[in-house]
């Protein structure tokens, strides 16, 4: 069974960290382009980083610059979202997102496959 889970989400002050978890079954994540993508209250969900296959490299949202990384692996299957400098204003339900052949350059656009459930983040002012 393909699957993705999402992990590592909650409650944290402003200033604060979070690593995000994103584990798949059912393949293998090395193999494949990922992305995160958030959803904040009442808007539409946008990537704010995201891997490409191919030559397109990695894309970062002008938002998330500086504060967020991303890390595989691949002993355990799992992509982690490093998240530091949380703002009020990065609240909202994380989703990872993978794809076999997913390839873009500049933006994250949301033509995953394989999408997990969500987790949600909250941060607190």
């Known amino acids: 069974q393909v699957q993705l889970v999402e992990s590592g989400g909650g409650l944290v002050q402003a200033g604060g960290s979070l690593r995000l978890s994103c584990t798949a079954s059912g393949f293998a994540l090395n193999y494949y382009a990922i992305g995160w993508f958030r959803q904040a209250p009442g808007k539409e969900r946008k990537g704010i980083l995201c891997i490409s296959n191919g030559v397109g490299g990695t894309y970062y949202a002008d938002s998330v610059k500086g504060r967020f990384t991303i890390s595989r692996d691949n002993a355990r299957n799992t992509v982690y979202l490093q998240m530091n400098n949380l703002k009020p204003e990065d609240t909202g339900v994380y989703y990872c997102?993978?794809?076999?052949?997913?390839?873009?350059?500049?933006?994250?656009?949301?033509?995953?496959?394989?999408w997990g459930q969500g987790t949600q983040v909250t941060v607190s002012s």
């Open positions: 997102a993978a794809d076999p052949d997913l390839s873009f350059v500049g933006h994250c656009p949301p033509l995953y496959e394989y």
